[in-house]
T-cell receptor, first 116, second 112 residues
Framework: KAGVTQTPRYLIKTRGQQVTLSCSPISGHRSVSWYQQTPGQGLQFLFEYFSETQRNKGNFPGRFSGRQFSNSRSEMNVSTLELGDSALYLC???????????????FGPGTRLTVL | AQSVAQPEDQVNVAEGNPLTVKCTYSVSGNPYLFWYVQYPNRGLQFLLKYITGDNLVKGSYGFEAEFNKSQTSFHLKKPSALVSDSALYFCAAFYGNNRLAFGKGNQVVVIP
């Protein structure tokens, strides 16, 4: 079974631009979560989608948004990019997304975003 | 607040020696704990998790972890380290609504 895929793998943008990242979960997985990884802040939760609905959101500004499609694929969008948005953005999928916490989240390889 | 602490920045170990990566947690309710490994320019790979049951959890690539409720710890262990185990290791705790709180990560360096 194919793992979580993310596209593109690398992106270079300039301040003020916007960017869209894509994530395809493992087949049969319905929950998709997004995390931001930076050297200073480590791994931080952005948001989680299940059945096309955002269920949970981390402590990030409204410039960060996302959506999920009926096939469980997800996209995240960052508008008005800032230098501090440079990071590795990781997507993770889990089979049912139960709030009980017993599902394992499987991560994709990430998208490396560089903002100049 | 839920939190995970990995007190050491880097762990150096000689190849063939036992490897231990430390993790302590602070969560309300039942702790659901995970270990992931990250190789350069790669995403996180799942190693193992503790949900309930035996305190010693066995995972991928010969890794295991010991859950200790009284010490609120979940240390990752491997009896005999390989050079290929050199990577960044993350401990994580579930803290509700399908979210994971991660520790800062430990760089493991296995010396040949």
């Amino acid at each position: 079974k194919a793992g979580v895929t993310q596209t593109p793998r690398y992106l270079i943008k300039t301040r003020g631009q916007q960017v869209t990242l894509s994530c395809s979960p493992i087949s049969g997985h319905r929950s998709v979560s997004w995390y931001q990884q930076t050297p200073g802040q480590g791994l931080q939760f952005l948001f989680e989608y299940f059945s096309e609905t955002q269920r949970n959101k981390g402590n990030f500004p409204g410039r960060f948004s996302g959506r999920q499609f009926s096939n469980s694929r997800s996209e995240m969008n960052v508008s008005t990019l800032e230098l501090g948005d440079s990071a590795l953005y990781l997507c993770a999928s889990s089979i049912s997304g139960t709030s009980a916490g017993t599902d394992t989240q499987y991560f994709g390889p990430g998208t490396r975003l560089t903002v100049l | 607040a839920q939190s995970v602490a990995q007190p050491e920045d880097q762990v150096n170990v000689a190849e063939g020696n036992p490897l231990t990566v430390k993790c302590t947690y602070s969560v309300s309710g039942n702790p659901y704990l995970f270990w992931y490994v990250q190789y350069p320019n790669r995403g996180l790979q799942f190693l193992l998790k503790y949900i309930t049951g035996d305190n010693l959890v066995k995972g991928s690539y010969g890794f295991e972890a010991e859950f200790n409720k009284s010490q609120t710890s979940f240390h990752l262990k491997k009896p005999s380290a390989l050079v290929s185990d050199s990577a960044l290791y993350f401990c994580a705790a579930f803290y509700g609504n399908n979210r994971l709180a991660f520790g800062k990560g430990n760089q493991v360096v296995v010396i040949p």
